[in-house]
């Protein structure tokens, strides 16, 4: 609520897109700006592309609209006034509808006179590099090309982003007139005997504009190695195709109902949407989106055959608001990673020794079969610790419910507003925290857990499932998230080590596998039942019939010792 928040911190924005207004209003407090915490939005759906045409001929905007987006922006002028927004955070942005306006000049007075904020007027550039600037606000790291879909234009540039740092064409961005409602006005006019001549000329367009984006050698490199481009795409239009996308998914149901980092591979970019026939009940498509579905698949194909090479395609939330509001944070916050920044409110006081005794639960890479060892993305600095801190975020819940509140805290629960995670991520951290929590849930989470781990694959979900575990440990070690001084002093009082060792096993066809021997050595006092409770948790993990999958499934054995010196 906004008198829990500073409104010191808020900005207020109004994007009049082609397709709809939106309002919004963010907190950028220091600690969370990173992933642009909204506290109120709405959308208004006045399409001032459509209001701009009439019987197939471009006329001014009606004043009957003109008055409905007055009315529309008096209302959030009001709304801003009851959460305390300071007048001079509040922006007003017009894209390209606007721009283009016969009657822009009038319409924009208006607004200003009415509201008494002034209307920024983005120029076709700007636009472009404000809505590459959104989809970098929406993923940890990007290196690929990245395109953004109005109602009136699409926009394209390559882009790479890393660690707040963000590059893109020095021509900016190209632009096309080929936005989802345009589309279907091109398509309407043209008819079915000139779609395959406007189809011609999309392609060239897109072919020409990577040649004129002048596109750094180890991007192109780096295309080549890795079997094709990897695309960005944002924009309503974009959006909708990829919730259509998501309900074809051959993970049915899909256990991610966010747009924002869903993948798929080119095979799946472009399916026989024909034989889809629930356009209009598809979650997250409106009427007028299921409209523009087949405009959107004539724009996607002509995509496909002017980027042959592409390996997959990445879907933002971030556009042009996003893209303000990025660009407005200094780089040091443009920086950090996502997820650590989503997290971070919910952290133990001893973060950093927690993390280790984490970090040492990682046994290195095996020198027999380094494939079996956990993905990079568990591994990872910024993955770990986060989960340290959401070790205790959980903790006032009931055990009826704790694992299952934290298998569906990245979606529904603590992290479901969090901008710029990737389902990877979400996916992972869910598995992790369920096991943190014991994974002991209800059959309504079953089918959940299992469309997770089918997300994730067996071996990343096994080794979610060791590393909650062995979160599951060292929680119970520090109950309250706090090493006092005289035991983070002294390491030697409570250290994990993790390493891979050959079995040795009564049945020879056991001899000689790998399994993981993981070593507790403590001199701690009075947690002999703790230390007890995370050595039988660790063998559990590794039984066979707890592995993913079961008996067959994946999964590794674990051995383990606990050293008293």
Known sequence: MANQRNPEHFQALVDMGSNGIRFSISDLSPSSARVMPTIYQDRSAISLYDAQY??????????????????????????CEDYQVRNDRVRVVATEATRTALNSEDFRQQIEKATHWPVEMLAKEDEGRIGAMGIASSFGSIRGLVMDLGGGSIQMTWMTAENGEVKTSPKGSVSFPYGAAAMMRRLDEAGPEGHEALRKEMSSNFERALQDLE?????????????????????????????????????????????????????????????????????????????????????????????????????????????????????????????????????????????????QSIPQVSRIDPSKGPPQTLTSPHFLISIINLLYAHDSFSKDISAAAALRSTTTGLLGNAHGLSHTDRALLALVLCERWGSEISPTDEQYLSKMQELAGPQASWWAKYLGRAASGIAEAFPAGVVREEEEGKQNRLEVTAQWTHMEHKKKKEEGKEVIDFTICTDLEGVDAAIEAWQDGMEKVGKKKNWVGGREGWGIKVETTVVRP
């Open 54 to 79: 009439e019987a197939g001929k471009k006329v001014p905007i009606s004043q009957s609209i003109i008055d409905d987006v007055r009315a529309a922006l008096l209302r959030f002028k009001r709304i």
């Open 215 to 359: 596109i750094p050698d180890d991007l192109t490199k780096m295309a080549d190695e890795e079997g094709g481009w990897t695309l960005y795409l944002s924009g309503g239009g974009f959006r909708g195709w990829g919730y259509i996308l998501m309900a074809m998914h051959s993970i049915s149901p899909y256990p991610i109902p966010i747009i924002n980092g869903f993948r798929v591979p080119k095979s799946s970019f472009l399916p026989n949407v024909a034989e889809y026939s629930d356009t209009e009940t598809t979650f997250r498509i409106s009427s007028r989106r299921a409209s523009q579905v087949p405009a959107i698949t004539f724009l996607v194909k002509a995509l496909a055959q002017s980027i042959p090479s592409i390996s997959y395609i990445h879907f933002a939330q971030g556009g042009i608001r996003e893209g303000l509001l990025f660009t407005s944070l200094p780089s040091e916050i443009r920086s950090q990673h996502p997820l650590v920044t989503a997290t971070r409110l919910y952290a133990p006081r001893s973060v950093s020794f927690l993390l280790r005794l984490l970090e």
